[in-house]
């Protein structure tokens, strides 16, 4: 009967030492809400070009055609003076 008691007290013992802890349970936090917003609408009014604007376009095209036209005269006029002056010296 010692020797019964003195397994039991061992095995006590053992399992005293042995004795694991508890497991821990973790809850994981809620992910903070996430807050969807709509996209801005795209304006409904659709910008389009003045026809001022348009006219002002047109009028300092026409004005840069004329532009260039003149200076291609000034350039045949220079071209002429100079034939000119050529002509002269001789």
Same mark, same amino acid.
């Given at each position: 009967?010692?020797?019964?008691?003195?397994?039991?007290?061992?095995?006590?013992?053992?399992?005293?030492?042995?004795?694991?802890?508890?497991?821990?349970?973790?809850?994981?936090?809620?992910?903070?809400?996430?807050?969807?917003?709509?996209?801005?609408?795209?304006?409904?009014?659709?910008?389009?070009? *003045?026809? /001022?604007?348009?006219? %002002? !376009?047109?009028? &300092?095209? $026409? @004005?840069? #055609? =004329?532009? +260039?036209?003149? *200076?291609? /005269?000034?350039?045949? %006029? !220079?071209?002429? &003076?100079? $034939? @000119?002056? #050529? =002509?002269? +010296?001789?």
């Amino acid at each position: 009967m010692n020797k019964s008691i003195f397994a039991a007290v061992a095995v006590v013992a053992v399992l005293a030492a042995c004795d694991k802890p508890a497991p821990v349970v973790v809850t994981p936090s809620s992910p903070p809400p996430v807050v969807v917003t709509p996209a801005p609408t795209p304006p409904s009014v659709v910008v389009t070009p *003045a026809p /001022d604007s348009m006219k %002002s !376009a047109d009028k &300092a095209a $026409d @004005a840069a #055609k =004329d532009a +260039k036209g003149s *200076a291609m /005269d000034a350039k045949g %006029s !220079a071209m002429d &003076a100079k $034939d @000119a002056s #050529k =002509d002269m +010296k001789k």
